[in-house]
């Protein structure tokens, strides 16, 4: 796990799971590592990830770090050949994302872009009942995710909400079971001055149309 104050919440569910041996936690924070380990009575600690590529009892990675350093970090697990889980998004660029992919193909190693969404007991019922065919064809999905983030850590402040659009995205081509193919992206809103020069970004409020293998989707 590298990256705790997010991350921490995993290190029990990966603890409960039959097939995991063994975990350990790295964040570059002392204080962090410290009060998390203590807490969590994890007693393997790593203050760097550099550190945890070169170690051979790990099989796999799973970041939880900032957003701007996940395409850099997912390669880099990728290319110390172990499986590599990272949290949303995968990357925000075009040539990141291609890296990643290029990356995942040549370690031959499994990377997964870790949405939680698809997890939730709501998206759950759904999809079951969607199994059981109660809902009958499905002809329209729309999702939505609105998050304040105000006082967020810097690398927030901007941020284009399609970069951060995998919670609303995600579900309903997952209930679709199918991808995006074609998307149309709508701006809308104001904002504030300071906050669209970090990434350029105008609106605070960003809206997309989907086609999924011919047909259209909202979110």
């Known amino acids: 796990m590298v990256g705790l104050r997010f991350g921490a919440a995993f290190v029990p569910i990966y603890r409960a799971h039959p097939d995991v041996e063994l975990v350990a936690i790295c964040d570059s924070n002392p204080q962090v590592l410290a009060d998390i380990g203590d807490r969590l009575q994890v007693e393997r600690r790593f203050d ?29 697990v ?22 990643i992919i290029a990356a995942q193909r040549k370690a031959h190693k499994n990377y997964m872009m870790m949405e939680t969404a698809v997890y939730t007991r709501a998206f759950l019922f759904v999809e079951e009942m969607i199994g059981k065919g ?45 991808r995006a193919t074609v998307v149309h992206c709508f701006g809308s809103g104001q904002m504030r001055e300071e906050l669209r020069a970090a990434c350029g970004n105008p609106y605070p409020v960003e809206v997309a149309i989907f086609q999924i ?6 979110a």
């Open 78 to 99: 990728l290319e110390a050949a172990k499986h590599c889980a990272c949290t949303v998004p995968m990357a925000t660029s075009i040539e990141d994302l291609r890296a």
């Open 213 to 218: 293998e011919g047909r259209e989707i909202a």
């Open 48 to 76: 760097d990830l550099d550190q945890v590529l070169k170690s051979e009892d790990y099989d796999a990675v799973h970041l939880l770090t900032p957003i701007p350093l996940h395409a850099r970090q997912s390669v880099a």
């Open 134 to 178: 109660e809902l009958g064809r499905i002809q329209f999905l729309r999702g939505a995710h609105y998050q304040d983030m105000e006082h967020w850590p810097p690398y927030w402040r901007g941020l284009p909400p399609m970069h951060y659009a995998t919670h609303a995205v995600s579900p309903l081509l997952a209930l679709a079971r199918s």
